[in-house]
């Protein structure tokens, strides 16, 4: 049998050799065996052929474990055979290979051993390290529901992508810092311009970049968490000219109307957006975003920066959807530009004028229950509120030298604000007039140097200036008891005027010691004036005299100068990042009134720690945890020694004086998985506490209401949110379960002279359940539970409980045809009737073209719910509303793309 | 006949005499660059005789990082949802090498029905085509050549020098003649390079097989892993928040790995 094989074997080696040395004609073979001195065969020595003049290998192979090789050489003239093997002396051989030589070359080689030490440390290889790589991109259409027309929409469909009222965007929780177009930024963190009005459709990719760092000048220095996204747009849409259109009419009569034109090129980028609407659409978002960019946010001192207005009427918006809820007519028009004439140079300029038209309408009940007094007041409120804003942003980037960078930016806004209000108080008919006028221009210089690969120093300056008018006008005035003789006064004005000049200047010089340990040193100085005057006139309907009372006029300055020290050190192990970081303040201010000629200053020395720990205990857990003993202050609305009239015969005083508190917080977040996994748990606890704040004093009567201010002893709050994700894979379903818990408790209010300890408790569980079916339908069903709680003195004064549900049905017809139903069901606990209230909405799209044309039917409303009535508690009483909602109506939407 | 046995017995000593003497093991360690770890500078080590070799890291000890220079200054160039599937490569993979048998093992770790397991690689040894070059350059005292190849989805330069006169390299390289000394990609996202090598060498690791989980075949594993992101698509589309309905996604895997496709 043994012998059968052996020649059947034969027979196949030598038919491949035949067939071999037939076709390898003007090659040679090369045969041999290698052995030691001793005649053993030595395995897996490397023969090697040489070409003799440029030592070029041509050919090798490895002996087998009998010591035999062979090879085969495609070349001719003089070669060398080397043959090495560990622990062996190599040997070389030189042979002449000529054209016709097609036998086997036979070369039997015979090594002699020779113990081999090598020992070579520190073999410096140096290549340079480039990053490149992007794990699992995700396209743009595969996220596309068919129904969002805005990128804003989109990004609510991409995992881990949080976009929330007013525009701001967060990746797995984290606030971003801005949206770029094909890695171009120009709104910073203004980008809602951007996301509210670009057209999603034009998208091609959406890029998040972790562990973004501002400046190339500081990359590896920075502690750089901060997340941006790239859009790319899709390569055939960037003509010379581009952008979208759509024009929607609903049976209302209510309309929105969009138009972006972009035109984008290496050096000069455009973008320009239009739009109006009267159906609830807020196309700009936060203006507080459009202010800053970049660095110049960065917290420079202790003191209050913002001038904020004293006086809000009342149009708070309801819980319930802008679309269901809101009555506007807004407009906006922005142009934007980035022209990059050199690789030095950079100029952005950011520009908008936009209007806002809303209605509030609103009919509430307000019970005041005190323990000796229980008032319960009536009002019909209707109110048109007008605001008018200019915006103009300049950003201007020098790069002198590829490690320095020269950065101005500035803005200017004006504001025009005007409202109306017309109500029926107790049956009174009353009107409520108020105008302001803001401007606010700030303007910073940074200069950034990369002094070595390891440090780098900053310069920051700046100056900002903003003003502020407000004229408040309330008739009737209801609350004439408050002045003496005065009971025929027909109407009230308030007038308001603040302003606030800020200069500063900042070092800062960040150290890397080693590749893990970074320290930051900085030192500055900010100085600050405040001025606030406020004047209350009473105007007599039987003459045209009007009458002061010095108890409510108010006129004070403030000076401060904040000189700082700060250091931060940041050591990275390889599991566990630790940082630590001190502030040193002191802040020399004096108030005072404006007829006071004497300026007493005063001054507070601060420390303000803190410290953080991040520890990666596995890919599947992690901590972060940081502890801040920090300092705020109080505005210069708080130093008001008079009051000043808020309206809703209302008025505010402040404790007159300035003050810093001090405050601990403490944060813990824990995170088990990531979004990814079947299994995902985040925990995150916030407790912080300080021992002094401003309470409230406040003495309520039928007629008028004070509220002043004063030194409270004691103020908690306890922040509490989990939320598990778990998806059922057998059942093709994902359960979200999701507990927020916020409580505070404060000591040291005084209402009616009572010394009171407020605390109120919310309360937020929810359950959704969302399936992933592969076939037409989908369904996402839940329910979230709002508890209330207020509790004054330890007695719980008030507590319910909200109720939402929904369940959205979605059928997918087509990649062309898409329908959504949702159901949405209300109730606002507490209340005597039966408080329930279902809004049923009808979605279809048609994608008449892809990517041209596309036509959007909406049935809103459906079951025309026009009202609603919430039950809010404040501090001393409770609210009931009965909110207007947007009625039934059948809205057509075109979209097209240009 | 006593003789013969005399004989026999003779042999087999010669037999192992070499043998033991073929063991002259040698250690070479890779300052290890992989995009997969965050291009974190990791210390693998390789250890070797002339039938086989055991490449693993050495979870403990990254590399000392203190000439660590990041060299890229022209803004952001990482861009990524950023996925990570287990525990990281240094602390389970090893690649182990039999030229005997003619085969490579490797500890990989494979994501199944939403669970990750552990398993050994099975690969024959003659997966590199090497192309030598006549390009030299001395990396230390060592007279290096450089050759190149492609594999599994990347391009890779390799410098090997005969001085060093065995057939291995660090991971599953291996298959010129000398050893690889180092060897990149040209994106840089799988880097080797030699710190240190001693022959010879005591090693307190024996070279032999990792003993984790079942063995399965390279096509095996390769097949789980494009199932990978289909499993991915299917967790992110049940995560995905109220209001969001997508009817595909795709993921298109441009992998970190060192092998991206099969």
């Not at chain 1, 005083?653 to 824990?670: C, M, P």
């Not at chain 2, 525990?87 to 939403?114: A, N, Q």
Request: glycine share 6%; proline share 2%.
């Amino acid at each position: 049998m043994v012998k059968f094989y052996v020649r059947i074997c034969s027979f196949f080696i030598f038919i491949t050799c035949l067939f071999s040395a037939s076709l390898s004609y003007g090659q040679v073979e090369l045969k041999g065996s290698v052995s030691d001195t001793l005649g053993n065969p030595i395995p897996h020595a490397l023969v090697l052929v040489q070409k003799d003049s440029s030592n070029k290998i041509i050919s090798y192979t490895q002996s087998d474990t009998e010591g035999n090789f062979t090879l085969k050489i495609r070349s001719t003239g003089i070669l060398i055979m080397v043959v090495n093997a560990m622990s062996y002396k190599s040997k070389e051989y030189t042979f002449k290979v000529a054209k016709e030589i097609s036998s086997p070359l036979i070369q039997d080689v015979v090594l002699e051993s020779e113990p081999i030490i090598i020992k070579e440390i520190n073999v410096q290889a140096n290549q340079p390290i480039s990053l490149r790589g992007d794990t699992i991109s995700f396209n743009a259409e595969d996220f596309m529901v068919g129904d969002e027309t805005v990128v804003e929409e989109f990004l609510k469909n991409l995992p881990g992508v949080e976009v929330d009222e007013e525009g701001v965007i967060r990746f797995t929780g984290k606030e971003i810092e801005k949206v770029m177009i094909d890695d171009s930024d120009l709104f910073g963190k203004g980008y809602s311009l951007i996301t509210k009005n670009l057209d999603a459709r034009i998208i091609d990719k959406v890029e998040v970049l972790q562990k973004y760092s501002e400046s190339p000048r500081l990359k590896g220095l920075e502690d750089s968490d901060k997340v941006a996204l790239n859009l790319t747009l899709k390569e055939d849409v960037v003509k010379p000219i581009f952008g979208n259109t759509m024009v929607g009419v609903n049976t209302s009569n209510n309309y929105e109307a969009r138009v972006v034109l972009m035109s984008l090129n290496k050096r000069l980028k455009q973008y320009s957006f239009l739009n109006l609407n009267k159906l609830g659409y807020d196309p700009i978002g936060n203006i507080s975003h459009f202010l800053y960019s970049d660095n110049e946010q960065e917290k420079r001192g202790v003191i209050e920066k913002d001038v904020k207005p004293l006086i809000n009427l009342g149009e708070e918006t309801p819980v319930l959807d802008d679309r269901r809820s809101r009555f506007n007519h807004s407009g906006m028009a922005s142009y934007n530009v980035i022209y990059k004439p050199s690789k030095k140079f950079e100029l952005k300029v950011l520009s908008f004028a936009m209007f806002n038209e809303d209605d509030f309408e609103r009919e509430g009940v307000y019970k005041y229950e005190l323990e000796n007094i229980s008032i319960e007041d009536t009002e019909d409120y209707n109110l048109v509120n007008n605001v008018k804003n200019g915006f103009a942003r300049i950003e201007a980037l020098y790069e002198p030298a590829i490690n320095a960078e020269l950065k101005y930016g500035g803005y200017l806004t004006k504001t025009n604000g005007n409202g109306r209000a017309d109500y029926i108080f107790n049956s009174t008919r009353a009107n409520q007039y108020i105008t302001n006028d803001k401007w606010e221009t700030s303007h910073n210089l940074n200069y950034t140097l990369r002094l070595t690969d390891n440090n780098a120093l900053l310069v920051m300056g700046g100056y900002q200036y903003d003003t502020l008018y407000e004229q408040f006008r309330e008739s009737p005035f209801f609350p004439t008891e408050l002045f003496i003789n005065q009971e025929q006064v027909s109407d009230a004005i308030q007038e308001n005027q603040t302003s606030l000049h800020s200069l500063d200047l900042q070092a800062k010089l960040i150290n890397r010691l080693s590749n893990n340990f970074i320290i930051e040193t900085k030192a500055g100085n900010i100085f600050y004036s405040n001025k606030l005057d406020t004047d209350l006139l009473l105007n007599r309907n039987d003459s045209s005299l009007s009458y002061r009372n010095v108890n409510f006029i108010n006129s004070k300055k403030f000076r401060g100068i904040n000189t700082f020290f700060g250091i931060k050190g940041r050591r990275e192990f390889t599991k566990i990042t630790i940082s630590a970081a001190t502030d040193f303040h002191n802040v020399l201010y004096a108030t005072r009134d404006a007829d006071e000629d004497v300026e007493g200053k005063e001054s507070i020395q601060l420390i303000e720690p803190q410290l953080g720990l991040k520890w990666n205990i596995n890919t599947k857990n992690e901590i972060q945890s940081s502890y801040f003993f920090n300092a705020t202050s109080t505005s210069i609305m708080d130093a008001m020694d008079n009051y000043a009239f808020v309206g809703d015969r209302t008025f505010m005083k402040g404790f007159g004086r300035f003050d810093i508190f001090r405050g601990h917080t403490f944060l813990l977040n824990y995170t088990y998985g990531n979004w990814i996994d079947r299994l995902l748990f985040n925990a995150v606890a916030l407790y912080s506490n300080r021992n002094e704040h401003l309470a409230t004093q406040a003495h309520i009567t039928p007629g008028y209401n004070l509220i002043g201010k004063k030194l409270g002893e004691n103020q908690d709050l306890l922040q509490l949110n989990l939320t598990t994700d778990l998806y059922l894979r057998s059942v093709k379903n994902n359960v979200k379960v999701q507990t927020n818990y916020f409580a505070t408790s404060s000591s040291g209010s005084e209402i009616n002279n009572k010394k009171t300890s407020l605390k109120s408790v919310y309360s937020k569980y929810s359950i959704e359940l969302r399936s992933v079916f592969d076939f037409l339908f989908n369904y996402s069903i839940g329910s979230s539970w709002i508890h209330h709680q207020q509790l004054f003195n330890s007695n719980i004064r008030n507590s319910y409980t909200d109720q939402i549900q929904f369940l959205d049905l979605y059928f997918d017809f087509s990649r062309k045809i898409k329908t959504k139903i949702v159901l949405e069901r209300y109730y606002f606990g507490q209340s005597e009737d039966d408080n329930t209230y279902y809004y049923l909405d009808g979605f279809l799209s048609y994608h008449i073209k892809p990517d041209k044309w596309q036509i959007k039917f909406e049935f809103r409303n459906m079951l025309n719910n026009n009202q609603f009535r919430k039950y809010v508690l404040t501090d001393v009483g409770m609210e009931s509303t009965l909110h207007k909602t947007v009625p039934r109506y059948f809205l057509v939407t075109l979209y097209y793309r240009i | 006949m006593k003789r013969q046995k005399f004989f026999y017995l003779f042999v087999i000593c010669t037999f192992i005499a070499v043998n033991s003497m073929a063991q002259t093991n040698g250690r070479a360690i890779y300052t290890t660059i992989l995009e997969s770890e965050d291009f974190k500078k990791l210390r693998g080590e390789l250890i070797f005789s002339e039938n086989k070799s055991l490449f693993f890291f050495n979870a403990d000890t990254i590399a000392d990082d203190d000439d660590y220079q990041s060299v890229n200054m022209q803004g952001p160039s990482t861009l990524d949802f950023e996925f990570s599937f287990g525990e990281s490569l240094v602390s389970y993979h090893e690649v182990f090498i039999d030229k005997r048998k003619k085969e490579i093992l490797s500890s990989e770790r494979y994501y199944k029905d939403g669970k990750e397991h552990s398993c050994l690689t099975i690969e024959p040894t003659n997966i590199f085509v090497w192309n030598i070059t006549d390009e030299t350059k001395e990396i230390g005292s060592f007279q290096s050549t450089k050759a190149t190849t492609t594999f599994r989805g990347r391009n890779y330069t390799a410098w090997f020098t005969t001085e060093v006169s065995v057939s291995s390299g660090p991971w599953k390289f291996h298959g010129l003649p000398g050893l690889i000394l180092e060897i990149y990609d040209d994106e840089m996202g799988v880097q080797f390079l030699l710190s240190s090598i001693d022959i010879p060498f005591e090693s307190t690791r024996k070279i032999e097989p990792p003993n984790s989980g079942e063995r399965i075949s390279i096509e095996e594993y390769a097949k789980y892993q494009s199932k990978l992101a289909d499993e991915i698509v299917e967790l992110i589309k049940a995560k995905l928040p109220r209001g969001a309905n997508v009817s595909k996604i795709s993921a298109t895997q441009t992998n970190k790995g060192i092998e991206r496709e099969f």
